[in-house]
């Protein structure tokens, strides 16, 4: 019976010095100052406090301290009670043991994610739009007449015979040249005009001709409209501004659009992607101005 007892308290069987006047003498350098239980040292100690922080056992300050009844002796004690250790606060042999095991052990797997990652399946529906609100509200009216892409360039209102022939999409200080390779032109007016687009869209374009590219080896990005000198649009089209943009793929293959549209909020630098019909995603970006 004694035995048996002495077996499961094996934690006290290291001749535990409890009080003051069992320490041993003051240590002479600070590796073998002692924690103020048995013949534990303080940077032992610390260890072990440290092992009971990572079990959610509190030991209050990671000092290498332990006194009976304090945070560390209350954090062991949770530890042995959990573990079926004898429960006696007390940091001995066999819960030193099971302490480096138990703070060792791998931590669980990660449940797996209940959802598949929004980018790999992720599409659009016919019509919708992503962020689901009015263009106007997320990236503003496009406003201003064909050749005015200069914000504030024209106050009045829109009037299809203010548009000048002459006026060259270059003189703007705010369109782009988009020469990307990576992305087919339709420019079936001739003139190049699909080409120009604001820094903005045309980094966002850039962004969205490499996802296509990943996700439909031989297929391009492909430009059907983006600057609009032709007046082709509703009056405030952001079109007129170089700020939005009608795409498709090169292939012309309507059952990708969904997905288009999807990789077009992937970028995260086209600010408003449109499901706009069957044959196309019209995209839109906020002012560079
Ligand atoms: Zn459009």
Request: aromatic fraction near 8%; proline fraction near 7%; charged fraction near 25%.
């Amino acid at each position: 019976m004694l035995l048996l007892r002495k077996r499961q308290d094996d934690d006290e069987d290291e001749g535990g010095y409890e009080s003051l006047e069992d320490l041993p003498p003051p240590p002479t350098s600070s590796g073998t100052e002692m924690s103020g239980y048995s013949n534990v040292t303080r940077a032992k100690m610390r260890t072990i406090q440290g092992q009971l922080k990572t079990l959610d056992f509190d030991p209050g300050v990671i000092d290498g301290k332990w006194k009976l009844g304090g945070s560390t002796y209350t954090a062991v004690k949770g530890f042995q009670q959990a573990y079926d250790l004898t429960a006696d606060g007390k940091p001995g042999r066999l819960t030193q043991e099971k302490l480096a095991e138990a703070a060792n052990a791998p931590a669980p797997e990660p449940e797996p994610e209940l959802e598949p990652e929004p980018e790999q399946l992720y599409e659009l529906a016919l019509h919708q739009s992503v962020p689901d609100a009015s263009e106007g509200a997320i990236v503003g009216d496009g406003g201003g007449p064909p050749c005015a892409v200069v914000k504030g360039m024209i106050a009045g209102a829109f009037e299809l015979e203010t548009c000048d022939p002459d006026w060259l999409p270059e003189s703007s200080p705010y369109l782009v040249q988009n020469t990307n390779p990576a992305i087919v032109f339709k420019d079936e007016e001739g003139h190049g005009g699909d080409r120009y687009m604001t820094r903005r869209m045309a980094a966002g374009l850039d962004a969205l001709a490499v996802l296509v590219a990943n996700e439909w080896p031989g297929v391009k990005l492909r430009v059907t409209e983006a600057w609009d000198r032709e007046a082709e649009h509703r009056h405030d089209s952001t079109h007129y501004e170089g700020r939005g943009a009608d795409i498709t793929t090169s292939d012309k293959d309507q059952s990708k659009y969904g997905r288009l549209g999807g990789l077009a909020v992937a970028t995260g630098k086209l600010d408003w992607v449109w499901y706009e019909d069957a044959y196309h995603i019209h995209v839109a970006v906020r002012p560079d101005w």
